[in-house]
């Protein structure tokens, strides 16, 4: 005998009736992709050095960290435009530059720059450590959120075959238009928030469209069993028997990967709690549009085929 679970988040004889708010969800999600695209423009995304180009310097200084002697230090260099800003302790600092104008002499130009930081910070606090010196030029920068961009199409792409091939067209469909507009409120959350976008966010977001695309398979290849067993069930009541069926599943699951990705966001400090809380948001977004988007936007688009088919596809 197949042992319980001992964890169930709804009961097994609850049934939901999640399609009667399905025109509140797809408008809901609509007006915030919109106003994530909005944010998008103005005030727009926070470009990373990965994608904005320039020259990101850590340090760590002896005891905590006196921005104004740090500040006046670097003015007193001739380095005014610095930008300076705590990350993870209070002995920690972020020193964000333009990189030197273009020229056969930019790497020698940038290497004297670092040293002068350097110089600059140890002179304003004794004993202070430069952990780390990063510089990335213009057109490396502009080439790399390209890339980015593209990856994020290609995924896009591949997720509409893969789910056309294995369910139908219409699975497709509301599968790929749902990752969109749990890609477009990611970007809105970016904007809001202020974290840098750069080739972390980027792989972030690769990672949620993953994670939500799994989840809707789920539901999915429940609902295409239910099409082939409940032959003369209305789709609309058929959606929700199949998200119903899947709850538990859906819900343990989204609930594992959140505490798991929980510490990193709160202790991952500087390098990690920026992905991880893109991911906490991405978790919840996957989920809840699995739910209150994906399976509304199939009942829109396929309800007559997929029921004059009786889901006789594979």
Partial sequence: MLSRPLLRFVREDKHIPFMRGRYAGLATSAILSLLSVVLFFVPGLKLGLDFQGGIVVEAQTKGPADFDKLRHALTAHGISTAGLQKFGGDDDVLIQLDTPASGPDQEQATQSLVDTVRHAVVEAQPGTQVLRADAVGASVSSELFRNGLLA???SLAMILVYIWIRFEWEFAVSAVITLVLDLTKTVGFL???RFQFDLVMVA???TILGYSTNDKVVVYDRVRENLRKYRTMPLRELLDRSINETLNRTLGTSSTVFLAALPLAIFGG?????FATVMLF??????SSSIFIAAPLLLLIGEKRL??????SA
Avoid: D, F, P
């Fill in 204 to 206: 972030a977001i690769l």
């Fill in 307 to 312: 029921r004059r088919n009786g889901g006789q």
């Fill in 270 to 274: 500087h390098s990690l709690s920026g």
């Fill in 152 to 154: 994020l199409g290609l």
């Fill in 282 to 287: 991405g978790i919840v977004v996957g989920t």
């Fill in 191 to 193: 904007a809001i928030t």
